[in-house]
C-alpha cells in the first residue's frame, strides 16, 4: 500500500462568461485540503486555450501532463441543456493515452437535479477512455443560490457525498497503482 499522498486533478469543466465553476471547484478543494492522503492540483480548461480541432497545442500538452501525473481525476461540469459543456468534452477527447487507468470522480451543479444528466453522460465518456467512474458524486441543484452573492454554507449531504467520493477515489486509486507496479495498463 502507498503512503504518499494521491495526486488528485481537480478540472474546471467550463469556459463560459460569468460560470461558476471556479466557486464550486474552491469549495470542493477546500474539503480535500482536510484530508492528507491527497495533494490536489487545479486545471482550469480557460487557461488552456485548447484548439477544437485537437490538433497540437501547448494547452493540450499541460493538459496531457497534468492527467498524466494524476493518480486520480475530479471533473468539475455544469449542467448545460441537459449535458456537459463542449470545452470538456473537447478536453476529454484531445487527451487520450493518460486518462486510461485513473479512477474519476464528479461534482456538478446545475438545474433542479444538480447536474445529473451531465454526470451521467460523463461515466460513458469515462468507460470509454478507459476510466473507472467512482459510485459517489456531488451535485448542486440550483447552484446560483448555493454558491451566488449571498451564499449559504454547504455542508450536509454535499459535504458527505464529497467524503464518500474521495475515500472511493483513494481506494480505486491506491489499487491502479498498485497494478501499475506489477504491470501497464493492458488498454494502452
Do not use: C
Not at 461558476?20 to 486555450?49: C, K, M, Q, S, Y
Not at 480541432?53 to 493538459?63: E, V, Y
Amino acid at each position: 500500500m502507498t503512503t504518499s499522498p494521491i495526486e488528485l486533478a481537480v478540472v474546471v469543466g467550463s469556459v463560459r462568461p460569468g460560470r461558476l465553476g471556479p466557486t464550486v471547484a474552491e469549495w470542493f478543494l477546500r474539503i480535500v485540503a482536510e484530508r492528507p492522503e491527497f495533494v490536489a492540483n487545479t486545471i482550469d480548461l480557460i487557461d488552456l486555450n485548447l484548439p477544437a480541432d485537437l490538433s497540437p497545442s501547448p494547452g493540450a500538452d499541460t493538459l496531457a501532463a497534468g492527467i498524466s501525473s494524476a493518480d486520480a481525476v475530479v471533473l468539475v461540469t455544469p449542467e448545460y441543456n441537459h449535458g456537459y459543456p463542449g470545452s470538456l468534452k473537447n478536453a476529454l477527447d484531445i487527451v487520450k493515452y493518460e486518462w486510461r487507468g485513473k479512477p474519476v470522480g464528479f461534482v456538478s451543479y446545475g438545474g433542479l437535479y444538480g447536474g445529473a444528466r451531465a454526470v451521467e453522460q460523463l461515466r460513458q465518456v469515462a468507460a470509454e477512455l478507459h476510466m473507472v467512474s467512482v459510485r459517489d458524486s456531488v451535485g448542486f441543484p440550483r447552484a446560483r443560490k448555493t454558491f451566488g452573492p449571498d451564499p449559504v454554507v454547504v455542508d450536509g449531504p454535499a459535504a458527505d457525498s464529497a467524503a464518500r467520493m474521495l475515500d472511493q477515489l483513494h481506494w480505486w486509486a491506491t489499487a491502479a497503482t498498485t497494478q501499475r507496479a506489477l504491470r501497464s495498463y493492458p488498454g494502452q
